[in-house]
């Protein structure tokens, strides 16, 4: 077997071994989380997703799908990505610091009942933290995904409710897991909305 091959059996059994372990993880936060997402949408409230790197990318493609359409024709949900304002955010890096790009953001564009969703791999990220912690002095839902142990109490696992954790330390099967509940829960938001209509 080549090398390259080699690569891509080991990350498929990774991943399908990551994939069967979260499943069982993440069921009953999932389902609050999809609720928690469908009463804040229907509501006329916002959902404000936030992350670094690869999480920031994840944050701006789940915000897409709820914006745009995952599955079903519907109208546009109210769901914003913290991490594409390069304008404001080096403005905010550059005057207090990286460690409050999000959460000068959420101050200014959440609202009491809306919900603040931060993803990290290792829940360890100081922006996502402060993120979610400006999401409780203001009044909004604080939840997050998250891997390994979630940052423990001074991470997300302190601050997150509900947490979708990932049980692995190996950032890229915890992205792999992120993006597929974040598609998990763009379609059980849609059909949640759907029903109600």
Not at 71 to 92: F, M, W, Y
Not at 143 to 165: I, K, Q, V
Request: charged letters at 15%; proline letters at 3%; one cysteine or more.
């Amino acid at each position: 077997m080549s090398r390259a091959l080699a690569c891509l059996e080991q990350a498929f059994d990774q991943h399908l071994d990551v994939a069967a372990r979260t499943r069982a993880a993440v069921a009953e936060p999932f389902q609050r989380l999809t609720g928690l997402a469908t009463a804040t949408l229907a509501a006329g409230g916002r959902l404000l997703l936030f992350g670094n790197g690869g999480s920031a990318a994840d944050a701006q493609h789940i915000a897409a799908e709820l914006v745009g359409r995952f599955r079903l024709e519907r109208r546009a949900l109210a769901a914003i990505a913290l991490t594409t304002d390069t304008s404001l955010l080096t403005a905010v890096a550059n005057d207090y610091g990286f460690a409050n790009v999000f959460a000068r953001q959420v101050e200014g564009l959440g609202r009491a009942g809306d919900l603040a969703i931060g993803l990290s791999t290792s829940g360890n990220s100081p922006n996502v933290i402060e993120g979610l912690r400006a999401a409780r002095a203001g009044g909004l839902h604080a939840a997050a995904f998250a891997g390994g142990s979630g940052g423990g109490l001074a991470g997300l696992a302190g601050l997150a409710d509900p947490l979708l954790l990932v049980p692995s330390d190996d950032t890229p099967r915890i992205q792999e897991m992120h993006i597929l509940l974040g598609h998990a829960l763009c379609e059980a938001v849609e059909l949640a909305l759907a029903e109600t209509r």
